[in-house]
């Protein structure tokens, strides 16, 4: 029996996070901003990993994704990096960094079930080695690139690198967030997290040709005259920022279209892996589904496509690539695991509810009274399990309510999130119904593409359908999440529904991690019930 291999991946700066590898499986995958309650929160990564993982001090294998500069977190950490080297001296390991978009494409491919597929990474920028096979020492000035584009071909365990573009060249999300910035004053990062969903979701209600020859051509290059639609803005009506939206999303999509076209015709991929933080964009990724209809039969977008996924991604290039460990790829049952955040004990839970004692009552109830409750139009906060990684609530850390009340939208504004009227909410639906209430039979585990509903079905769950009639789905499977599978299947065998509204348990704030802040947002809201799954514990109120 071969002995267990662990790897720490780790990415420092925004997007803070670390990856434990086990046998080129993920089995802890942790976000900074989840514990500090700010969004995309910069930090040390392996300070963050020291504080809060106690297995460290056997890892050989330390890795992470090539920062830019010479020194890198030697010279901006030099207290934990020169602990990182110190455990690894005494393992008789080594240090790996490999290329920013490199890592992205690793992310996407090895975390999907496909054997061969077309990667295509997107974001604001990166560095990059110009040789795709070099790593971990470079010269920095002559060997990289910084680049928001590349195309791969990724066949078992390898991946080959098609086209990189420089940064200068293309660069659609730095293109996103000055619009954020300059024109919708939304922000797009630390400490309130990046708002580019507002953009999406109001695209939907614009006119897009009002706009559109503002931005097409300078929508890849930041070439925008961000003053003009200030004052559109400052003096114009809500119509007038959904068409500005619409614009903005239509050119974003025309001009990736025209990037990746001729490499879909080339070679007919019947699978497309896409990573980088312009891959979160979930009208774009279903779109693609639209675009190449005939080609193109499956979709796959990693749970953490963003730069926090780079920690997983460069676990992955070392346990894979035949430079390094040389393994096999693993084969997922459905899809990659994405619930890698701690599981809480009971113990840590009842400790919470008695240090709350005089603000809350609790009882032991059946996920059968829980489906009742739900039915009866309440919104029930749900905490189970290890945490989702990424950006989307998946059942563990999620709250639902019930998609049939055409009202249950503005009820969930009012009681929770407090976001804007236009903002939809995410259905969560059994995979095997799919193919009968959305226009394509697809897996969207990780609510990471946008299809439209089928027109016959749209009026049985108002909550969930955007005003285009689409929506971003999630599809559940036993495998993925037994519990979630299993609640969800009870409120189909009570309304004939397999779907229930599913939004991120949070505020305004990164989405809850434990059980304390579980609590903090039950009471800082309105929501009526918090459920303690694991447990079968309902707290209400006083």
Request: proline share 4%.
């Amino acid at each position: 029996m071969k002995k267990t291999e662990k790897i720490i991946g780790f990415h420092s700066g925004h997007d803070c996070s670390y990856c434990v590898l086990k046998d080129g499986v993920p089995i802890i995958h942790n976000e900074l901003e989840r514990f500090s309650r700010k969004k995309e929160h910069l930090g040390d990564a392996l300070e963050f990993l020291f504080q809060s993982y106690d297995g460290y001090e056997d890892i050989k294998y330390f890795c992470n994704m090539h920062d830019g500069w010479k020194g890198g977190i030697t010279e901006r950490y030099p207290d934990t990096f020169k602990k990182m080297n110190n455990i690894i001296d005494r393992n008789k390991g080594k240090y790996y960094y490999f290329g920013h978009h490199q890592t992205h494409a690793a992310n996407a491919f090895y975390s999907s079930n496909f054997d061969d597929a077309l990667i295509i990474t997107i974001d604001a920028g990166g560095w990059d080695f110009k040789d795709p096979n070099m790593h971990s020492n470079a010269n920095y000035n002559e060997e990289t690139i910084i680049t928001t584009f590349t195309i791969s071909l990724g066949k078992g365990t390898k991946i080959d690198r098609l086209h990189i573009k420089d940064i200068n060249e293309f660069n659609i999300g730095a293109t996103w967030n000055l619009c954020l910035e300059n024109i919708f004053n939304l922000p797009t990062g630390y400490p309130y997290g990046n708002q580019a969903g507002t953009i999406m979701a109001m695209a939907c209600m614009g006119d897009s040709n009002k706009y559109f020859e503002d931005f097409k051509n300078g929508i890849h290059n930041k070439s925008i005259n961000t003053n003009k639609f200030q004052q559109i803005i400052k003096n114009g009506t809500e119509q007038d920022k959904f068409n500005i939206a619409a614009a903005i999303q239509r050119a974003s999509e025309e001009k990736i279209k025209e990037q990746i076209d001729s490499y879909i015709k080339k070679y007919k991929p019947k699978n497309l892996c896409l990573a980088g933080g312009v891959s979160l964009n979930s009208v774009l990724i279903g779109k693609l589904y639209e675009w190449y209809e005939g080609t193109v039969e499956n979709i796959y977008v990693p749970p953490v496509p963003y730069d926090a996924g780079l920690a997983i991604g460069a676990c992955q290039i070392l346990w894979h690539d035949e430079r390094f460990m040389n393994q096999p790829r693993v084969k997922w049952e459905d899809n990659s695991p994405t619930y890698l955040g701690y599981t809480y004990h009971e113990d840590s839970i009842f400790k919470e509810l008695e240090n709350n004692k005089d603000k809350i009552k609790f009882k032991k109830v059946t996920d059968d009274y829980v489906v009742d409750l739900l039915t009866d139009n309440n919104v029930i906060s749900i905490f189970g399990e290890g945490s989702e990684s990424g950006r989307r609530a998946l059942g563990n850390r999620s709250i639902l309510a019930d998609p049939r009340n055409p009202q249950m939208k503005d009820i969930i504004n009012k009681k929770v999130k407090h976001r804007q009227w236009f903002r939809p909410f995410a259905p969560s639906i059994l995979k095997e119904d799919v193919k009968d209430w959305f226009e394509y039979d697809i897996s969207s585990p990780y609510m990471t593409a946008v299809i439209k509903f089928k027109e016959e079905v749209r009026e049985k769950v108002p909550a969930v359908v955007h005003f285009d009639g689409s929506a971003r789905l999630q599809t559940v499977t036993k495998n993925d999440n037994k519990w979630y599978y299993s609640f969800i299947n009870k409120f189909k065998q009570k309304t004939g529904i397999p779907i229930v509204l599913n939004t991120s348990f949070n505020d305004r704030e990164p989405i809850v991690e434990t059980p304390e802040h579980a609590i903090n947002c039950f009471l800082g809201t309105s929501i009526d019930y918090l459920y303690f799954r694991d447990v079968n514990i309902l707290v209400e109120r006083l």
